[in-house]
């Protein structure tokens, strides 16, 4: 791949902690007898996966090379004669970057450099410098420069010069404009201070949850492999302006808005980061102060994008990633987004199995549109049936005309099916939520 100066020559199919499976920008290797835990990406969708990081990160495509081999190589990941080949194409568009979609050791970065004559980086790398490039906040980007000192530490043995500093090619973003030299003594130091921000912002985010949990509101947390739609559905259902793009990872920064449903009872929705198969671990720990939002939440909605074909596959990486966070066992509801790409008679036949409350894998599924608006109406109703705080009961109330103030909270957190008006009382038939009924509990007919 070409961009920002790079060449990108990859392919991709298995998690990177498989020894055997699939050396990528270059290699497939599958171990004999064993039987993946996940369903896997073949080459030419993880290949197209691994374009779209790249292209997310402000890079040209000039070649893709894949090698499929029965055992990847200790020393270059893959073999002497493609790694030749690798060279000469990298030469002939006169590129100046080579991407691997598969970890790689220090040692094996720094042999395929000397062979290649361009710089190598792998694929968490890739995805580190995507974040570096979306964070927004002080926080996002203190978990992004964590995430990559520890990264870069077991990498500084033979550098050199080279890494001396953090620049501005792909794989080399910096954390913010900090030139960092390669010293471990000084990387250490950098990591336990960028830890003790973040755990200030830790501590700061506890405190607001504190005073969140104080009232009886439910936090909603949306979920799911990047570019599945998140962020275009928490912007249809709060009417925010949260950032949506189809490239990855353009939300880091958590945002949190409130959501009325229809009991009248109010949610915050929290938009998270979205999830990639074989999310770097240091990544995900970094981002723990993010995450947490997700193992507090009330209800998780999984987000899967209908119009893809991967969304099995996807599932089951975003449920990885809940299991590491320990989420796993989380209320949970299944959001199938971008059934406009769906053909219509598909769509629809969909739509009304979920109207019926007809599970796929044994869990309740809501199909929706996020950009045209279809389903969010269905969606509301079955966050509203699956949250537990400040529960709703029906309840029957005599209240004096006089009192504006009571009619008018009724009036903005109930649904009202009955009113009659008699000697100056108004009765009302409600269903209201718990918090509504302790405010108005002087006018509630206990008998009814």
Same mark, same amino acid.
Request: no cysteine; proline share 4%.
């Given at each position: 791949?070409?961009?920002?100066?790079?060449?990108?020559?990859?392919?991709?199919?298995?998690?990177?902690?498989?020894?055997?499976?699939?050396?990528?920008?270059?290699?497939?290797?599958? $171990?004999?007898?064993?039987?993946?835990?996940?369903?896997?990406?073949?080459?030419?969708?993880?290949?197209?996966? /691994?374009?779209? &990081?790249?292209?997310?990160?402000?890079?040209?495509?000039?070649?893709?090379? +894949?090698?499929?081999?029965?055992?990847?190589?200790?020393?270059?990941?893959?073999?002497?004669?493609?790694?030749?080949?690798?060279? %000469?194409?990298?030469?002939?568009?006169?590129?100046?970057?080579? &991407?691997?979609?598969?970890?790689?050791?220090?040692?094996?970065?720094?042999?395929?450099?000397?062979?290649?004559?361009?710089? +190598?980086?792998?694929?968490?790398?890739?995805?580190?410098?995507?974040?570096?490039?979306?964070?927004?906040?002080?926080? %996002?980007?203190?978990?992004?420069?964590?995430?990559?000192?520890?990264? &870069?530490? $077991?990498?500084?043995?033979?550098?050199?010069?080279?890494?001396?500093?953090? @620049?501005? @090619?792909? @794989?080399?973003?910096?954390?913010?404009?900090?030139?960092?030299?390669?010293?471990?003594?000084?990387?250490?130091?950098?990591?336990?201070?960028?830890?003790?921000?973040?755990?200030?912002?830790?501590?700061?985010?506890?405190?607001?949850?504190?005073?969140?949990?104080?009232?009886?509101?439910?936090?909603?947390? #949306?979920?799911?492999?990047?570019?599945?739609?998140?962020?275009?559905?928490?912007?249809?259902?709060?009417?925010?302006?949260?950032?949506?793009?189809?490239?990855?990872?353009?939300?880091?920064?958590?945002?949190?808005?409130?959501?009325? #449903? $229809?009991?009248?009872?109010?949610?915050?929705?929290?938009?998270?980061? @979205?999830?990639?198969?074989? /999310?770097?671990?240091?990544?995900?720990?970094?981002?723990?102060?993010?995450?947490?939002?997700?193992?507090?939440?009330?209800?998780?909605?999984?987000?899967?994008?209908? %119009?893809?074909?991967?969304?099995?596959?996807?599932?089951?990486?975003?449920? &990885?990633?809940?299991?590491?966070?320990?989420?796993?066992?989380?209320?949970?509801?299944? +959001?199938?987004?971008?059934?406009? #790409?769906?053909?219509?008679?598909?769509?629809?036949? /969909?739509?009304?199995?979920?109207?019926?409350?007809?599970?796929?894998?044994?869990?309740?599924?809501?199909?929706?549109?996020?950009?045209?608006?279809?389903?969010?109406?269905?969606?509301?109703?079955?966050?509203?049936?699956?949250?537990?705080?400040?529960?709703?009961?029906?309840?029957?109330?005599?209240?004096?005309?006089?009192?504006?103030?009571?009619?008018?909270?009724?009036?903005?957190?109930?649904?009202?099916?009955?009113?009659?008006?008699?000697?100056?009382? +108004?009765?009302?038939?409600?269903?209201? $939520?718990?918090?509504?009924?302790?405010? #108005?509990?002087?006018?509630?007919? /206990?008998?009814?």
């Amino acid at each position: 791949m070409r961009g920002r100066g790079g060449t990108v020559t990859a392919q991709a199919q298995a998690a990177r902690d498989s020894a055997g499976e699939v050396a990528k920008s270059g290699v497939t290797a599958k $171990p004999s007898g064993v039987k993946p835990s996940v369903p896997q990406f073949d080459a030419e969708e993880s290949l197209a996966e /691994l374009r779209a &990081l790249a292209e997310s990160a402000g890079a040209k495509v000039a070649a893709a090379i +894949v090698q499929h081999r029965e055992r990847i190589d200790p020393a270059t990941l893959i073999g002497s004669g493609k790694l030749e080949e690798i060279a %000469g194409s990298a030469a002939s568009v006169n590129a100046d970057l080579i &991407l691997f979609d598969h970890d790689l050791s220090p040692s094996q970065q720094r042999n395929i450099e000397k062979i290649v004559h361009r710089r +190598v980086i792998d694929r968490t790398q890739l995805i580190l410098d995507i974040f570096a490039r979306h964070a927004r906040t002080r926080e %996002g980007q203190l978990q992004v420069e964590l995430a990559q000192l520890q990264y &870069l530490l $077991p990498r500084l043995a033979g550098r050199g010069k080279e890494m001396s500093q953090l @620049g501005g @090619g792909i @794989g080399t973003r910096g954390p913010g404009e900090t030139q960092l030299e390669t010293d471990r003594r000084k990387i250490h130091r950098r990591i336990r201070h960028v830890e003790q921000q973040l755990e200030n912002v830790r501590r700061i985010r506890a405190q607001q949850r504190q005073r969140r949990e104080s009232a009886p509101i439910a936090t909603v947390a #949306l979920v799911g492999y990047t570019n599945a739609g998140k962020s275009t559905l928490f912007n249809a259902l709060t009417r925010a302006a949260v950032l949506s793009s189809p490239k990855m990872f353009a939300t880091l920064d958590p945002t949190l808005r409130a959501v009325t #449903l $229809p009991s009248k009872r109010r949610v915050l929705l929290s938009d998270t980061v @979205g999830f990639i198969r074989s /999310l770097p671990h240091t990544l995900v720990s970094a981002f723990r102060a993010t995450l947490e939002e997700v193992q507090r939440a009330s209800l998780i909605l999984q987000v899967s994008d209908a %119009g893809s074909r991967l969304f099995a596959e996807q599932d089951a990486q975003v449920e &990885l990633v809940l299991k590491e966070l320990d989420a796993e066992k989380k209320p949970r509801l299944r +959001v199938m987004n971008k059934v406009d #790409l769906l053909d219509e008679e598909v769509a629809e036949g /969909l739509i009304n199995d979920s109207r019926r409350g007809k599970a796929r894998d044994g869990a309740v599924t809501v199909y929706v549109s996020a950009i045209e608006g279809t389903g969010l109406n269905d969606l509301l109703s079955r966050i509203d049936a699956m949250i537990e705080e400040d529960p709703v009961r029906r309840v029957h109330l005599r209240i004096p005309q006089k009192e504006g103030k009571a009619l008018a909270l009724l009036e903005a957190g109930a649904r009202i099916y009955a009113r009659t008006y008699k000697d100056g009382i +108004v009765e009302l038939e409600a269903d209201a $939520p718990e918090s509504v009924v302790r405010r #108005l509990r002087e006018w509630v007919e /206990l008998n009814k």
